[in-house]
Nanobody, 123 residues
Framework: QVQVVESGGGLVQTGGSLRLSCTASGLTFDDYAMGWFRQAPGKEREGVAYISATSGIRKYADFVKGRFTISRASAKNTLYLQMNSLKPEDTAMYYC????????????????WGQGTQVTVSS
């Protein structure tokens, strides 16, 4: 049974940092492209950052470029999102996603979703 579990969310002040983690089990981690998405109240879910399975390709939404960094640790079956210079508009539920095809993850159609971790940035 595949499980994708996020952690690391919380409350932080404007300008602060958080690191989100996503641990995947029940799948061969290196076979899967991964991504982070977020959804704020009353808004649609949007893609934040994506990383390919093994080639190291990273893509970011324009609104996080230069502030967020996506990375993965194969030995730990874990995906990370380092978030710096946080803004109140970054407040959202953050979701981890895993997919066999990089483009499917980018398109928001991965094979698996996590349950989310809440990030709240106070002004």
């Amino acid at each position: 049974q595949v499980q994708v579990v996020e952690s690391g969310g919380g409350l932080v002040q404007t300008g602060g940092s958080l690191r989100l983690s996503c641990t995947a089990s029940g799948l061969t981690f290196d076979d899967y492209a991964m991504g982070w998405f977020r959804q704020a109240p009353g808004k649609e879910r949007e893609g934040v950052a994506y990383i390919s399975a093994t080639s190291g390709i990273r893509k970011y939404a324009d609104f996080v470029k230069g502030r967020f960094t996506i990375s993965r640790a194969s030995a730990k079956n874990t995906l990370y999102l380092q978030m710096n210079s946080l803004k109140p508009e970054d407040t959202a539920m953050y979701y981890c996603a895993a997919g066999l095809y990089f483009q499917s993850v980018i398109n928001g159609n991965p094979d698996y979703w996590g349950q989310g971790t809440q990030v709240t940035v106070s002004s």
